[in-house]
């Protein structure tokens, strides 16, 4: 592990404490990964046994596909995880994505992998384009 530097705004002490709350949230991320991968294999059989045996295969594809967007859910989390950590690397963390600007330490505080400023997440958002979850 790096010492934390200064970067973009931010200082030593507040890039360390971002890139713990990153750590923390990826390792909650991969927990999550391997939970629902879990759940969703004992759940596809279930699934295929519903279908076959009861017919009431509505409810259980149903609560498959919500297991499935769960997941995916997840999933998007832990790679804009990785991207804030990357960011971190190439000392490109805290910067504004779309104008470059220098996003303020209370919104990496609330969302530490966020890679767009306030500004611009609310525009991307009013264009119905992707968010970058989790923003």
């Known amino acids: 592990m790096s010492v934390p530097v200064a970067m973009n705004g931010l200082d ?3 890039v360390a404490r971002l890139r713990g709350e990153l750590e923390r ?11 629902s991968a879990g759940e969703l294999k004992g759940e596809d059989a279930e699934l295929f046994r519903d279908l076959g045996l009861t017919g009431d295969g509505a409810q259980a594809e149903e609560e498959f596909e919500r297991d ?3 997941a995916g859910q997840v999933r998007a989390a832990l790679m804009a995880i990785v991207a804030a950590e990357q960011r971190l690397a190439t000392g490109e963390y805290g910067l504004c994505e779309d104008c470059g600007e ?3 330490y209370a ?6 992998a966020a890679s767009r400023c306030v500004g611009c997440q609310e525009l ?5 384009g992707p968010s970058h979850f989790p923003g």
């Open 12 to 14: 030593a002490r507040q």
């Open 25 to 35: 949230l990826k390792r909650e991320a991969l927990a999550g990964v391997r939970r």
């Open 68 to 70: 499935v967007a769960g």
């Open 102 to 104: 220098r996003i303020g």
């Open 107 to 112: 919104r990496l505080g609330a969302q530490p």
């Open 124 to 128: 991307a958002e009013k264009r119905g």
